[in-house]
């Protein structure tokens, strides 16, 4: 009769999903001009853009510019499937996350075609945005997202996207 193995410490779990997303998102420059991290809790991702005048598009409003909010809502669909795809590994412990560098992760998915949908003017404050997969499959994937400033059920912009998938191999 073989021995289970015992339950790995929850710290080192959290190491391993923090120092994935850490890499993932240092492996894209953009997400750091544009203020952008991401909370994590568990598999889930929560993207965080912090109000910075750079990403005013009308000061007289004032409002964000409507491109720096679809930036933000494609760069946490990317880190959302790109976090997924990860995850198994992660989770099992075959990612060797201690030496993992931006350079050795698998490539980021590729925008085919993603859609905003502004509902109201993006406020000079903080901006929040979850994504959701829809479908993921080998080679392609559909995402939503939603973003908000103050109040989670008042959403200033939603997008949906579809992506090229990376191969995997091994």
Not at 9 to 18: N, Y
Not at 37 to 63: C, H, I, Q
Not at 84 to 113: F, N, Y
């Amino acid at each position: 009769m073989s021995a289970r193995r015992p339950p790995e410490p929850v710290h080192l779990i959290k190491h391993r999903r923090d120092r994935a997303l850490r890499a993932l998102v240092e492996g894209v420059p953009y997400i750091g001009f544009m203020g952008i991290a991401f909370d994590r809790r568990g598999d889930e991702l929560t993207a965080v853009m912090s109000y910075d005048d750079k990403l005013m598009g009308n000061p007289l409003l004032p409002a964000l510019h409507g491109g720096a909010i679809a930036s933000f809502l494609e760069v946490a669909a990317i880190m959302e499937l790109s976090f997924q795809m990860l995850w198994d590994e992660i989770e099992s412990g075959s990612l060797d996350v201690d030496t993992l560098t931006p350079e050795a992760l698998p490539r980021l998915p590729k925008t085919i075609d993603f859609t905003v949908d502004y509902l109201r003017s993006g406020l000079p404050r903080d901006a929040y945005a979850r994504a959701r997969v829809n479908r993921s499959g080998r080679r392609y994937a559909s995402v939503h997202v939603e973003a908000w400033q103050d109040n989670r059920q008042k959403l200033f912009a939603q997008a949906t996207g579809h992506f090229l998938m990376p191969r995997r191999d091994g």
